[in-house]
């Protein structure tokens, strides 16, 4: 996991780095390691919460920088403006650095449902009734908006356990996809 953390950083910042010929090396030598994209071909799941102001773009900002590929985008029912201020603060805190600050809310929509291939709702579902049943992964993470500092940092830890295991499920199901095994996220992801 480590060496995806540092991958995903060093290709973000290699342009930007003055030792960037060192960056490049290393960049070479952690892809052979880890063999992006060979094995493993990562789904495109769409987080969704009511405001997509806090939960969602936590998840999407775990999801992106744990797998490298970017395959994760957020959105809600009743968009805000912004991202929360408090959320972007409590994913600074993680030791990966996560900056969510340049994400913006955006109005869940039925073309999404074609668009991705697993759908996470963070307890709307009865408030997401345009997303389908069979691709659809219901976490039911309460809301923090409102709540104090330490409720977001609870809630951030419980999104990125949820993300990290949702990874873990879909590497596995996708080796196993061409030997009879297809995913189901309806049945075979619960949290």
Known sequence: MTDNIFLSWALKHQQAHPSGVLIDQYIHVLASRIKIGSDVQMKKVLFVCKGNTCRSQMAKGFFNTLTSTKSADSAGM??????????????????????????????????????????????????????????TIEWDIEDPIGKPLEKYREVRDTIRNHVEHLIKEIKENTKTEGKKRKINPRFDLHF
């Open 78 to 135: 009743q968009p805000g403006d912004r991202v929360n201020p408090t959320a972007i603060t409590v994913m600074k805190e993680v030791g990966i650095h996560i900056d969510i600050s340049d994400y913006t809310p955006k109005k869940l929509t039925t073309a999404m449902n074609d668009t991705f291939d697993i759908i996470v709702t963070m307890g709307c579902t009865d408030r997401c009734p345009i997303t389908p049943l069979e691709k």
